[in-house]
């Protein structure tokens, strides 16, 4: 293992705490008949999907069954989204569909999760999945002058994707992105521990941990709101061994380790956040930004907490959208002198 992966595992492993308002894989093997509540919520995905102008492929790569969406023209720019820890592709369903008219976005479920299948022994830690989305990467030909982003986990993916990926990554955009901070100071990073309270486990719980979560959740329908629920329900326990490992992990790793990763970073890169975030606080916006070569200032969103995809999709794509379209013509700077974005 070189020295990145070595730093990223231990950071990241620390990192994964993240327990996101979204949709766990409804058709396992261990439960492959769909309820009413699981239908009803994979008819409302698939219109979504199409109202955003995203189909849902499968590709085999190796020993992993990979689900995505996909969007846009292949002869434009590839934009990859990922989705945060406990999430999905349908996270980013929304912002998407401001980006499919220019760009060919591919919206990977990560292994396990979503509807991806990984075999049962599958190293889930971080650098072993960057590993895996780079050979997906790789399989479907988009792997030259990526434009990666990613929410919360997903932008720590995205950052060691970027960091040990150079000459390929065209661009970064970290939208509240986890990490190991200094400035970290809300409950959640200074005691994993207390991640255990947005975990639903009962009938109830969905409006209060939604609204920790979320400054300003998008409304559903009560059918909609019950069958996410009920999913969300059935995951708590391995939530809770998850935050477990997390806690002890916490206990050893430093900001030092998140550190030198984001240094190796050459992407110009954009730094959005929830000014409300309740899971990191805005301040390490500023932190994150000081150890990247080329960040811009970061943007940050009144009224929005953790989730600015869902809750700011438009917002979030209104930034996107100029800084990828100045970047697409940048030149990499390992290979030139370093062109500044301004």
Same mark, same amino acid.
């Given at each position: ?10 950071? %990241? ?10 949709? &766990? ?53 590839? %934009? ?37 299948? %990984? ?97 300003? &959740? &998008? ?27 997390i806690s002890t992990l916490n206990r050893i790793y430093t900001p030092e380790t998140f550190a030198r990763i984001t240094r190796n970073v050459e992407a110009p890169t954009l730094i ?26 970061? %943007? ?14 438009k917002q979030v794509a209104n930034y996107y959208l100029p800084f990828l379209a100045k970047t697409q013509n940048l030149k990499n700077p390992l290979a030139d002198q370093l062109i500044?974005?301004?």
């Open positions: 293992m070189t020295q990145t992966r070595k730093y990223f595992s231990h950071f %990241v492993t620390a990192m994964g705490i993240l327990i996101t308002m979204s949709l &766990p894989n409804v058709a396992s093997a261990k439960n492959p008949q769909l309820s009413p509540e699981q239908i009803t919520l994979q008819n409302f995905l698939q219109q979504e999907r199409e109202d955003c102008g995203l189909k849902t492929k499968t590709l085999k790569v190796g020993d992993i069954f990979w689900s995505y969406n996909e969007g846009g023209s292949s002869q434009k720019p590839t %934009v990859l989204l990922i989705h945060g820890f406990g999430g999905n592709r349908d996270n980013w369903n929304r912002v998407a569909s401001y980006l499919t008219p220019n760009y060919h976005v591919i919206v990977p479920d990560l292994p396990i999760y979503g509807d991806t299948k %990984v075999p049962s022994n599958f190293d889930i830690a971080v650098p072993n999945v960057t590993s895996s989305l780079r050979q997906f990467a790789e399989a479907i030909d988009i792997e030259n002058k990526l434009n990666i982003a990613g929410h919360s986990l997903g932008g720590s993916i995205a950052t060691l994707y970027a960091a040990q990926y150079p000459f390929d990554t065209q661009s970064l955009f970290l939208l509240n992105s986890a990490g190991i901070y200094k400035k970290a100071n809300t409950p959640y990073t200074r005691d994993p521990h207390f991640l255990k309270h947005i975990i639903m486990s009962k009938p109830g719980d969905y409006d209060e941990v939604r609204h920790e979560i979320m400054q300003n &959740p &998008p409304k559903l329908s009560p059918e909609l709101k019950h069958a996410k629920e009920q999913l969300l329900i059935a995951q708590s326990g391995i939530n809770n061994l998850v935050i477990e490992q959005l956040w929830g000014k409300q975030d309740k899971i990191f606080n805005v301040e390490v916006a500023d932190e994150l930004k000081s150890l990247l070569k080329r960040a811009e200032a970061p %943007v940050i969103l009144n009224n929005v907490g953790h989730m600015p995809l869902l809750e700011a999709d500044p974005l301004h």
